[in-house]
Each structure stands twice: as C-alpha cells, then as structure tokens.
C-alpha cells in the first residue's frame, strides 16, 4: 500500500467515524467537556467574587446563557448535520 493509499483508508475510516459521531445528535463528549469548562469557569469566578452582588448575578446569567446556547447549538442547529 502506497502512502496515498493508506492516507485515502485513513481518511475514509475518520470520516465514517465523525459521521457516526454526527448523526447520533445531541450532546456529545465534547460538548460536556466544553459545558463543564464554561460551567467551572463561570462557578469559580462567583465563589472568588462572591462579596460583590454583580459578580454572583453575572456568573449566574453567563452559566444559564451558556448553557441554554450550548445546548441549542448541539440539539438545534447541529442536529440537521
């Protein structure tokens, strides 16, 4: 097998896989691995920040909106796909 080959069955066997991993739909590892960093950054800044009233209302909202658009991103948007 030529290094063209091998490249082409590479290609083909990662492409089957991200198809697969597409049309299952929803929420996948990565967007849990993405909501959870949001999600802990968001949570850490209002624990750091918590004497402050406008620091906790915005780390609270930043957790609701992005997750909220996580979420409609992955089963809205992405679901078609």
Do not use: P
């Amino acid at each position: 097998m030529t290094g063209s080959e091998s490249a082409f069955v590479l290609h083909a066997a990662s492409s089957r896989w991200l198809r697969q991993r597409v049309r299952n739909g929803g929420l996948n590892d990565c967007s849990w691995i993405l909501l959870a960093a949001v999600n802990g950054f968001f949570a850490t800044t209002m624990l750091i920040g918590s004497g402050n009233v406008v620091v906790v209302v915005f780390s609270l909202s930043g957790i609701v909106v992005c997750t909220a658009g996580i979420t409609w991103v992955m089963y809205g948007v992405m679901d078609r796909y």
